[in-house]
C-alpha cells in the first residue's frame, strides 16, 4: 500500500487501509481493545478500555442540572449554601481522575441577551475557578454561557424564572 491510501501512516498494520484492526469500529484497535467484539460506549468514562459502560452513579449525580449550586442575586459570587453541592462535586471529580467536565450556566430571560450570556459565563466560570481552587485539574473543566436560550420553564412566573437559572454538568466526550 502507498502512503497516498493509508489512513493510519503512524500506526503499522496490514489491513486495506493501513488501520489496526477494528472488529467492533468503535475507534479502539483489537489490539488494545479489552472488548474488542462490544463497542465501546463513548460517555467520557473509561472511554480508552473499548469496552461499554455505564457512568456510576456518583457520577451520574453530577450531570445535568446541579441543584443546591446558586448566587448572589444578579452576580456571579456563589452563594455560600451552595459549598456542600460543590464540596461533593470535587469529591467526585478527584475520584474519577479521566472525567473532563463541560459547566454551562443559564440565566433567565430578565435584562438583555447580551448581559444574560455575561453573566452566565461569568457563573460557569465561578463554578470551575471553585472546583479548580479545590484540586480539580483546570484543563478538565470547560465553562460556557448560555444566557436565557435554553429555558427549561416558562420565564413568566418567579417559579419559573428560578427554575432557568441554573448550572449544568455535561460529561465531556473524548473522541
Known amino acids: 500500500m502507498g502512503d497516498d491510501d493509508d489512513r493510519c501512516p503512524d500506526r503499522a498494520a496490514r489491513t486495506a487501509d493501513g ?3 477494528d472488529a ?4 479502539v484497535g483489537d489490539a488494545s481493545d479489552r472488548c474488542p467484539t462490544a463497542a ?3 460517555n467520557g468514562f473509561q472511554d480508552d478500555d473499548g469496552c461499554p459502560d455505564t457512568l456510576p452513579r456518583a457520577i451520574t449525580r453530577f450531570t445535568g442540572v446541579i441543584r443546591g449550586i446558586t448566587f448572589e442575586l444578579s452576580s456571579a459570587r456563589i452563594a455560600r449554601a451552595s459549598a456542600p453541592q460543590l464540596d461533593a462535586a470535587v469529591k467526585v471529580l478527584l475520584a474519577y481522575p479521566t472525567l473532563r467536565l463541560r459547566i454551562r450556566g443559564h440565566t433567565d430571560s430578565t435584562g438583555t441577551r447580551q448581559a444574560n450570556l455575561t453573566l452566565s459565563r461569568e457563573r460557569a466560570e465561578a ?3 471553585y472546583l ?5 485539574a483546570a484543563d478538565r473543566l470547560v465553562a ?3 444566557g436565557s436560550e435554553e429555558p427549561v420553564a416558562l420565564n413568566v412566573t ?3 424564572r428560578s427554575r432557568n437559572r441554573r448550572i449544568e454538568f455535561r460529561i465531556e466526550v473524548s473522541r
Open 40 to 42: 465501546e460506549t463513548p
Open 127 to 129: 463554578v470551575r475557578d
Open 24 to 27: 467492533d469500529g468503535d475507534g
Open 144 to 146: 460556557e454561557g448560555v
Open 158 to 160: 418567579p417559579r419559573g
Open 132 to 136: 479548580s481552587q479545590h484540586g480539580v
Open 19 to 21: 488501520c489496526p484492526a
